[in-house]
Every structure is written in structure tokens, then in C-alpha cells.
């Protein structure tokens, strides 16, 4: 079974720029979350998407933003680039979305965003 | 102040030692806890995961939570140089939707 695919792998853009970032789950997993890993605030939760809906977003600016398709394959986008927002951009799939009853979480291996 | 705090260390331990791993935390309403092994340029895998407080054993690794001190652990028996490695804790409410809470993340490095 494949894991989670995130493309591209690495990134180079300018501030100013827009990104789009993708994510395919395992098959049969409807929900993707995304996180934001950097050296210095670590692993942050972007939002979580399950059947198209955005159920839950992180304390991020609007200019993150997200979407899920009918195949639960899903993007985020980030409008407006700044030097901060280089990072490790990770994406994650579950069945349901509820770890909370011990669903694993599967994370990809990140796309490293570089703003330069 | 962080709500889950975890020491960055590095971590450097021979071969077969006993590792220990640990967060605090300050919110009272977690209610899931997590530790994920993390190799370099690879996502988070995880490897324990438990409900509320107690213990849990999974082969070579134990994990325990004491709600009353907002305090969870992880220990590492017969410590190999493949278990080198970054290990981040999480937390998550109820009804949480996957939205972890993670500390800071602890590297450790096991030398033969």
C-alpha cells in the first residue's frame, strides 16, 4: 500500500510569490491534515480537511489556505510569500480523522519550502 | 509559555542504555498522547500512543502519562543506533480531528 505522497519535494520561491502544495492520502483515508514544521515553533496544525470540508484550522494567517477534492486528494496554497514561511510543510491521512480512538496518523515526507 | 514543553537536548547515550524521554504540559484538557519517532528529512512516524493516564508497552518501548503532574514519558530499553533519531511528543482534546499538538521534539543520537 502507498503511503502519503506530497510533490513537489523541494521549493525555491521569492517573497511575494504563491505556492500551491500537494498531497495524495492513502488509499481509503478521507482525512488530510497539513503541518507546518520549522526549527524554531516546531510542528504547528494547519487545518484538517474529511469529505471536501475544512473541519478544523490552526492559528495561521488567511493567506494559508487549503482544499480537498472528491478523491480526498488534497492542496494548500500560501498567497503572498515571506521569509518566514520557508519551511518543512508535512501532510497527514487518516481514516476518519479521529485519532482520538486510536486512528494512526500517517504523515508524508514533507515538502521543504525555501523563500528567498 | 508553551503548552507542551520538551527538551531539545541533544541526547547522546551508548549503545544498549536505557533512554529516557519526557514533556510537561499545561493544559488540563488533553486527553490523548502520542510519541512520534521523526528520521532526518522523513515525516513522523508514530510509535506510542495512550489514553488518558497509565502505562503502555510496545516491545522495546514503554510510555506513561500521570495527569496529575501533567507530566508523559518515554523510555527506550536496549537502545540500538537505529533508534538515533528525533522523538516528538503529542497531545490532542477530544474531538480534536487530528489536530496534534506536538513539543519541541528530543534528538537522540545512540552511538555503538
Known amino acids: 500500500k502507498a503511503g502519503v505522497t506530497q510533490t513537489p519535494r523541494y521549493l525555491i520561491k521569492t517573497r511575494g510569490q504563491q505556492v500551491t502544495l500537494s498531497c495524495s492520502p492513502i488509499s481509503g483515508h478521507r482525512s488530510v491534515s497539513w503541518y507546518q514544521q520549522t526549527p524554531g515553533q516546531g510542528l504547528q496544525f494547519l487545518f484538517e480537511y474529511f469529505s471536501e470540508t475544512q473541519r478544523n484550522k490552526g492559528n495561521f494567517p488567511g493567506r494559508f489556505s487549503g482544499r480537498q477534492f472528491s478523491n480526498s486528494r488534497s492542496e494548500m496554497n500560501v498567497s503572498t510569500l515571506e521569509l518566514g514561511d520557508s519551511a518543512l510543510y508535512l501532510c497527514a491521512s487518516s481514516t476518519r480523522g479521529q485519532v482520538a480512538t486510536n486512528e494512526k496518523l500517517f504523515f508524508g515526507s514533507g515538502t521543504q519550502l525555501s523563500v528567498l | ?112
Not at chain 2, 32 to 55: A, C, D, I, V
Open chain 2, 1 to 112: 509559555q508553551k503548552e507542551v514543553e520538551q527538551d531539545p537536548g541533544p541526547l547522546s547515550v551508548p549503545e544498549g542504555a536505557i533512554v529516557s524521554l519526557n514533556c510537561t504540559y499545561s493544559n488540563s484538557a488533553f486527553q490523548y498522547f502520542m510519541w512520534y519517532r521523526q528520521y532526518s528529512r522523513k515525516g513522523p512516524e508514530l510509535l506510542m500512543y495512550t489514553y488518558s493516564s497509565g502505562n503502555k508497552e510496545d516491545g522495546r518501548f514503554t510510555a506513561q502519562v500521570d495527569k496529575s503532574s501533567k507530566y508523559i514519558s518515554l523510555f527506550i530499553r536496549d537502545s540500538q543506533p537505529s533508534d538515533s533519531a528525533t522523538y516528538l511528543c503529542a497531545m490532542m482534546f477530544s474531538g480534536g480531528y487530528n489536530k496534534l499538538i506536538f513539543g519541541a521534539g528530543t534528538r537522540l543520537a545512540v552511538h555503538p
